[in-house]
T-cell receptor, first 115, second 112 residues
Framework: EAGVTQFPSHSVIEKGQTVTLRCDPI?????LYWYRRVMGKEIKFLLH????????ESGMPNNRFLAERTGGTYSTLKVQPAELEDSGVYFC?????????????FGPGTRLTVL | GDSVTQMEGPVTLSEEAFLTINCTYT??????LFWYVQYPGEGLQLLLK?????DKGSNKGFEATYRKETTSFHLEKGSVQVSDSAVYFC???????????FGGGTRLMVKP
């Protein structure tokens, strides 16, 4: 069974540009999460989808970030316009159930560098 | 709000040494507790978990016990190997939300 995949693995962009990150969850997993780790800080929750609906987006830093999950399959996270402080590693995770006892399976992450 | 604190690294050990990585948490109620591991060039993998007080999670020789009275979930291994070199993250999640709250990560380096 394929794990969670993320694309691209690494992206380098200029400040002010737009970047779109993609996540493909494990097949059949209704729950999809985005997290990010900025330099030297903890991994922080961004948002949680259940199928195509946003269950919790309390961690989204500002309105420059837009996440979608059309059709309840893969998800995209767009940053527009990107700022220097957006640099970091963006992780996607998926789980079958959506409770605190359910295991989240993580992708390898996308390393975003904003110059 | 919830928080997780783990010992700062890097932790450098010789092969076959005993490992302890401390993790304490602050949270309301009874969260589930997790240890994730990130090997070089890979994503986070679940190492072990415990969902209620006094539960012991174990996997690949690693163990951690959910201690409600000390709000701790320390990771231990009796004899580390070079292949255990990685970054270890302690995390918690509440039953309803499933949002993970992570500690800062501890880098472990095991030398032959």
């Amino acid at each position: 069974e394929a794990g969670v995949t993320q694309f691209p693995s690494h992206s380098v962009i200029e400040k002010g540009q737009t970047v779109t990150l993609r996540c493909d969850p494990i097949s059949g997993h209704d729950n999809l999460y985005w997290y990010r780790r900025v330099m030297g800080k903890e991994i922080k929750f961004l948002l949680h989808f259940v199928k195509e609906s946003k269950q919790d987006e309390s961690g989204m830093p500002n309105n420059r970030f837009l996440a979608e999950r059309t059709g309840g399959t893969y998800s995209t996270l767009k940053v527009q316009p990107a700022e220097l402080e957006d640099s970091g590693v963006y992780f996607c995770a998926s789980s079958q159930g959506g409770t605190g006892t359910d295991t989240q399976y993580f992708g390898p992450g996308t390393r975003l560098t904003v110059l | 709000g919830d928080s997780v604190t783990q010992m700062e690294g890097p932790v450098t050990l010789s092969e076959e040494a005993f490992l302890t990585i401390n993790c304490t948490y602050t949270a309301t109620g009874y969260p589930s507790l997790f240890w994730y591991v990130q090997y070089p060039g890979e994503g986070l993998q679940l190492l072990l978990k415990a969902t209620k007080a006094d539960d012991k999670g174990s996997n690949k020789g690693f163990e951690a016990t959910y201690r409600k009275e000390t709000t701790s979930f320390h990771l231990e291994k009796g004899s580390v190997q070079v292949s255990d070199s990685a970054v270890y993250f302690c995390a918690l999640a509440h039953r309803a939300g499933n949002m993970l709250t992570f500690g800062g990560g501890t880098r472990l380096m095991v030398k032959p």
